[in-house]
């Protein structure tokens, strides 16, 4: 028995997946980027030292995306901040 289609009233339209964006750059992909790039050449005992004003959002949602981009990586990194600055480092395993 051949199926017939009915016309069924959707609640939101439809696009091909051929025109669909490949992959997700979140908003603090640039940021992250940067941060895991100097991560990889910073020399033990020393840390990062970024003006809190430079951060394309809150030092704690920036936190939380390094956290899971080290994490996804296995790298171990503490931060911390202060009134002006955000700081990030290497910590020992």
């Given at each position: 028995m051949?199926?017939?289609?009915?016309?069924?009233?959707?609640?939101?339209k439809?696009?091909?997946?051929?025109?669909?964006?490949?992959?997700r750059?979140?908003?603090?992909?640039?940021?992250?980027?940067?941060?895991?790039?100097?991560?990889?050449?910073?020399?033990?005992?020393?840390?990062m030292?970024?003006?809190?004003?430079?951060?394309?959002d809150?030092?704690?949602n920036?936190?939380?995306?390094?956290?899971?981009?080290t994490?996804?990586?296995?790298?171990?990194?503490a931060t911390?901040?202060?009134?002006?600055?955000f700081?990030?480092?290497?910590?020992k395993?």
């Amino acid at each position: 028995m051949p199926t017939t289609k009915k016309n069924v009233a959707r609640n939101f339209k439809t696009v091909s997946q051929e025109d669909l964006p490949s992959g997700r750059n979140g908003k603090h992909h640039d940021i992250v980027g940067q941060l895991l790039e100097d991560l990889e050449h910073l020399e033990p005992g020393r840390a990062m030292k970024i003006p809190l004003a430079e951060l394309p959002d809150s030092k704690e949602n920036v936190r939380s995306a390094l956290n899971r981009a080290t994490r996804k990586r296995n790298m171990q990194v503490a931060t911390s901040s202060d009134d002006g600055y955000f700081y990030v480092w290497k910590s020992k395993p």
